[in-house]
């Protein structure tokens, strides 16, 4: 059982309800987050519904769950939930009404090629922008990322654009500073099950993207999302990226079927990553069809203005040919499975050049 605590409740009514747990034989591990605190009830489930704890002064509510994961469940959420990416005026949601593209380099570079890479994401309908200054690379040797330099040029990118900024964080020691610059903090494939980091982010005040490690099963993501959920931030968004099967044809394999099946359990929001999934550039338009197809809430693209020098996945990153045809397929795609494209709020995005 959880017990859900209104905001703004005081000391002595969190107090109050652990108190009664305890006197109930049961143990209560208390998650304050930013928004509001959430209390984890251990125990006999007979002994806790006769303590009547919705009626303490201070309790929003209580709820029972049968899953592993709670927070980030449909038992305790049944409606799917929007996450809202960006600062008033400038903000995108990820949510069942709309399709989300997010686009940008896979690395940022330079302060030109990230802007050039910007308007093509602009070009692909992207209304968030990506790109990674901190880049967990699988040989130490391979560029590592421009680290807070790096979060400048996004930033910048950000100012000129009008587009909200997703990015990577690999260490908890940089959480100050990459939640200074991001709207939304990536943890990569690498770091799904790094729990010090996922629990540092429950109380970092901004929406964080989860992508699925790459040998983990959908049951193991829902529960890394649940520790940072646990910990007082439930704007989450999920992202399927490909996981490792017997093919090598591809980097990793699409599971397509992890959309469909999360929504049934969770009510955060999904989206697909078609190019570190695949790893090639001619598989990205299908596997984002199949995304809108599937019902994900929306789609993280790697773009390149010229992918031959870039420092990062080059052989994935889409360019200016590609861009019209996909971003009409996925306007098409999405208003038959009954989405519209989502946008910036507030205003619209700055025009091209
Ligand atoms: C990325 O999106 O830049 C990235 C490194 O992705 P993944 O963690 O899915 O490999
Ligand atoms: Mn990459």
New binding site residues.
């Given amino acids: 059982m959880v017990v859900v605590m209104a905001a703004g409740a005081t000391d002595s009514e969190i107090d109050a309800v652990v108190a009664s747990v305890d006197a109930a034989g049961g143990e209560a591990f208390v998650s304050r987050g930013e928004q509001r605190t959430i209390i984890g009830l251990v125990g006999d489930i007979d002994r806790f519904l006769d303590l009547n704890l919705g009626g303490l002064p201070g309790v929003s509510e209580t709820v029972r769950i049968s899953t592993p994961f709670k927070l980030v469940s449909r038992d305790h959420h049944p409606a799917r939930s929007t996450v809202w990416v960006g600062t008033a005026g400038h903000r995108v949601p990820i949510g069942p009404d709309t399709f989300t593209t997010i686009a940008g380099p896979?690395?940022v570079e330079t302060a030109e090629q990230t802007l050039a890479a910007a308007r093509l994401a602009q070009d692909l309908g992207a209304t968030i922008l990506?790109g990674?200054a901190y880049?967990?690379r699988t040989s130490p040797y391979a560029f590592q990322g421009l680290g807070e330099a790096g979060l400048r040029i996004l930033a910048e990118v950000r100012a000129e654009t009008g587009l909200p900024v997703v990015t990577?964080i690999v260490d908890s020691a940089d959480i100050d500073v990459v939640a200074r610059y991001a709207d939304m903090l990536?943890v990569?494939?690498?770091n799904m099950a790094n729990f010090g980091l996922l629990q540092a982010l429950g109380s970092v005040g901004k929406p964080v993207m989860l992508?699925r490690g790459?040998s983990s099963t959908i049951e193991e993501w829902l529960m890394a999302a649940e520790y940072i959920a646990q910990r007082g931030n439930l704007e989450i968004v999920l992202?399927e990226?490909?996981i490792r099967t017997f093919e090598s044809a591809t980097r990793n394999t699409l599971d397509v079927s992890a959309v469909p099946v999360v929504q049934a359990q969770s009510h955060l929001p999904i989206i697909i990553?078609p190019?570190?999934s695949g790893g090639r550039r001619d598989l990205v338009a299908p596997l984002t069809r199949a995304a809108v197809a599937v019902g994900a809430d929306g789609v993280?693209i790697?773009v390149h203005p010229d992918p031959r020098t870039a420092l990062?996945?080059g052989p994935q990153a889409l360019t200016a040919p590609d861009l019209a045809d996909l971003a009409a397929q996925v306007a098409t795609l999405s208003a038959a499975v009954g989405r519209t494209p989502a946008q910036v709020s507030g205003r619209t995005t700055s025009p091209r050049r």
């Fill in positions: 896979c690395a990506r990674g880049k967990p990577e990536q990569g494939t690498r992508k790459m992202c990226r490909g990553d190019s570190h993280i790697d990062c996945d």
